[in-house]
């Protein structure tokens, strides 16, 4: 499984390019999955579902299921966030695992950066940060950059970066 990050600052638009990337990708044949980082506390049941209830009264884990889908929600309950590389561990194998955030970690990855935000350029310090997509023309980076709109041009280089160019599945819809 290849792993390919988006970082960036909040509110720069990595969720809407990861939107726009996956039909893009898929579309070229390949499976691809998602890992999204908040630093939000976060739920995905709600109050009054059973779910919620079984959580809430102490569970470590819940797992729902149905014919269209399962999750499983894990509670830290305290314990350390865990690693980026646990979590990839618990993902089933794909082609690509595009990752949202954990712009810390040390995997390769797109930085999606708005100067309107006043945030700096990761990739000043990150060597990890292969490429920069931004709103703005930014002529002394040390990466490639590309137009924030460019869905095409950044699946192509997200795939000649993984080594996958090549294996583009012709005819795929």
Do not use: Q
């Not at 810390?104 to 700096?120: D, N, T, V, W």
């Not at 137009?147 to 294996?167: N, Q, S, Y």
């Amino acid at each position: 499984m290849k792993v390919f990050g988006l970082a960036g600052w909040s509110g720069s638009g990595k969720t809407t390019l990861v939107v726009k990337l996956l039909p893009e990708l898929k579309g070229k044949g390949f499976s691809v999955s998602t890992l999204k980082h908040t630093h939000h506390s976060f739920d995905m049941d709600k109050p009054g579902k059973d779910s919620y209830e079984h959580r809430l009264a102490g569970a470590s884990e819940v797992m729902v299921s149905s014919s269209a889908r399962w999750a499983l929600l894990h509670e830290l309950r305290g314990e350390p966030e865990p690693e980026l590389k646990s979590l990839i561990a618990r993902m089933k194998p794909v082609d690509i695992l595009l990752v949202e955030g954990f712009k810390a970690y040390p995997h390769p990855k797109l930085e999606i950066y708005r100067p309107a935000l006043g945030k700096p350029l990761l990739c000043a310090s990150d060597p990890n940060v292969v490429a920069v997509a931004s709103d703005t023309a930014l002529p002394e980076i040390p990466v490639p950059l590309f137009a924030l709109d460019d869905v095409t041009g950044i699946a192509g280089f997200i795939l000649r970066f993984l080594g996958l160019e090549t294996h583009i599945r012709h005819g795929a819809a």
